[in-house]
C-alpha cells in the first residue's frame, strides 16, 4: 500500500484500514516432490463442497430412478430371498443359530454399503474430470463425496434390517455398540480401495472393467452367504486379511451379540483395513497432481 | 502498492507421445516387462507449456493475458488457479482466489436452477450463507425466476448460459482469474459480460483476464502480459502490448528452422479471412485461407505442397497436391502458396495445420513436415450451429469435429435431424 510511514497514521486511520481489510490468505504454488502431507485445514475448509456433492449424487441418482430410494430395500432384500433359498434352504448352510434370512441380509446390509462406495469412488475422479480440469479444491473430496453418499441407502436398509431384526424375536445385546464400529471400518474400508482405484482409473482406464468383476470375487470371499465357521481353525488368519470378512464379522456380531469368528480375525482385519486406507491416501495424494492433465 | 500474485521461474513441461492421455494397463505391463529400465525412455517427446515464467500483478490491478493459441496463456492461469501444479518455480497469491476457468461448472442437467446455483456456487468457492445471501440477486440476473425449479435440461441454452454466468458474477474474490469463456455467445450476451467484467475490475479487485478479444482487454485491463511460445515475450500497458502483439499477428506464424541441406524453407504461414485480414479466430461457416510464405534454395519442378488441418485426435482435413497433382510447374526463390478452404461448417475448438512439402516424386521430402505449424480457434455457442441441448457448449470443449448433416434413425422407427444452420 502506498502510504506515509506509519507514524503520521492516526488511529482512527488505523483502525479503518483494519476493518476494511480481512486477514489476507497467502497461497503459495511450488511443485510437489514424492509424498504429499494430507492438508486437513483445507479440507475442512472445503467441508461445505463435500456436502454439496455427497448430496448432488443422492439427489441425481433418485431423480434418476422411478423407484427411488426403494432401491436401497429391494436390493438387499431380494438378494437375501434368493440366498435364502438355494444357500439356506437348498444347500442347507449352516448360520450359527442364526434364522438364515436374517443372517444373510445381516451380510448383505454392510455388504452393499460397501460395494456401492467402493465402485463409486473408484469411478469417481473420471466422472468429475470436468470439475477437476476446471476448479480447484482438495481432490480427495471427490472419492469421499461418493463414499459418503452411500450411508444413506444403507441407513434405509438398516431400518428394514432392524425391523425384520425385532420380528424374528431377537433383543439387542450390549454389543450394539459394535455396529458403529462396523459400519466406520466398511466406509474406510471401501474408501482405502477406491482411493487406489480411483487414482489408478485417471492413468489406465482398464481399472473400470475390473470392478464389477471385483465385487463380485470379493463377495465371494466374505462371509456373507455364509458363516466363517465354516472356514477351518488354521486358515482363518488368512481369511481375516480380507477387511470385509472382520467388517461383516464385527456388524454381525453387535445385532446378535455373538461371533463365530475369533476377535483376532477382527482385529487383522481392521488392521489390514488402515493399512490400506493409509497406503490409498498416500498414493492418491502423490498422483493427484496429475488428474488435471490426464483426466 | 502490495503484490497479489508474484510468480517466478514458473515451467510446465507436459510429456507427449500419447495425445489422449491415458494408456491401458497392458501397454504399461509389456512396457515394464520388455525391458524394466527404460522407463525415462517410454515416457515420450517432452514439450514445455511454460519455460520460466516470472511476473508481479500488484494488488487491484486488471491484467491481461494475451498470445496466440498455445502460447501457453491457459496453462499460466491454470497453475495460477492450481488446477495444475507447475514442474519447477513458485507463485505467491496474496489474497482469496476465485477462478472461472468455464462458465457453468460442475451444472448437472438433472438438478433444477435452484440446486445448481449452490452446486457452481459452491464449487466456485462460495460458502453456503453467501450463496443463500446473494441468491435473490442470481435469480434476477438470470431472469429464471419461474424456471428456477426445472432440471435445466429443460432450459434453452441461452437460458443456461445466463444462469451460468449469473452465479459466476457474483462470485466476490479479492482476485479473480478469467479465461475468455465469458467471451463468447451472442452480441447482446457478451455485452452483459463484459459490462459485468468491466464492474468487477473497476471495483478494485486484481483481475487476471485471457482474452482473444483485444478490445476487451484494451477497456478491461490496464496492463498486459503478452505470452508467446510458452515465455513472456513482452509486458507494460495494456494498449501499447495489444499493439505491439497485433502487429506481430499481421506477420503470421513464423515457421523456420530448416536444415542446411533442405531444399525449401517454410518461413511463415498466415491465416486469412474472407475480408483478407489476418487473424487467428474463425467463425464456424468461414472460408479460410492458409498462406505460406516459402523460399526455394534451388529450382524445384513439381514440388508438391500438402496442407492437413488437425484436431486434438489427428488430421481432419486436408488439400494435398499429393492427392489433386495440381502443382506449381517450378518454384525457385521467395514465394507465397496459398490455399483457400471454402466455406463448411467447424466445431468451436481449437484446430492446428500440419505443413509438408515433397519433390516431383510425392514422396521424398524437401524439408520436415511442420506439425503445429499455425493455429486457428473457431468460436461460437453451439446453439448457433442448432445444436440446442443444455450443455452442449461445455460438451464441446476439445471435440474437433467437422459438422455433417445426419439424421436420427429411432427405435420406433421415426427420424429426427438437428436443424443444423450457419453460424
Redesign the interface.
Known sequence: ??HTDDATLSDAQILDQLQRRPP?????????RGWVPIDFRELWLYR??LF??TW?DL??RY??TALGALWAILQPVLSMAVFSLFFGRLAKVPSDGIPYPLFALSGLIPWQLFAYALTQSSNSVVANK????????PRLIVPLAAVLSGLVDFSIAFVVLLVMFIVYGFVPSPALVMIPLAIILTIVSALAVGLWLSALN??????QYTIPFLTQFWMLVTPIAYSTSLIPERFRIVYGLNPMAGVVECFRWGLFGQHAGSLSLIGLSSLMVVLAFLGGLAYFRRVE?TF???? | MSVAIRASGISKRYRLGRREGYGSLRESLTRFFSNPFARSKAEGEEIWALKDVAFEIAERQAVGLIGRNGAGKSTLLKVLSRITEPSSGEVVINGRVGSLLEVGTGFHPELSGRDNIFLNGALLGMKRQEIRRKFDEIVAFAEIEKFLDTSVKFYSSGMYMKLAFAVAAHLEPEILLVDEVLAVGDAAFQKKCLGKMEDVAHSGRTVVFVSHNMGAVNSLCTRAIWVDKGQIREEGPAQQIVAHYLESIREGFVVGNAKPDDKLVFERVLLKNRAGEVTTTFRGDEEILVEIHYTARQKIPHPHFIIAVCGAYGELFTAAMTFDGLTPDAIEGAGVIGCRFKPFLLLPATYTLVIAARAADGVSNLTASKYDAAFFSVVGLMSEYGFDAPGADSQVVNVNAIVVPYEWQMPDGSVRAPRLRSP
Open positions: 500500500m502506498a489476507v490468505s497467502v497461497t503459495v504454488i511450488r511443485p510437489s461445505e463442497l454439496f456433492l448432488r439427489k441425481v431423480k434418476q470436468n470439475l477437476i480440469s476446471k476448479v480447484y479444491f485417471v492413468r489406465y482406464r482398464d481399472v497432481k488435471a492433465d490426464l483426466a
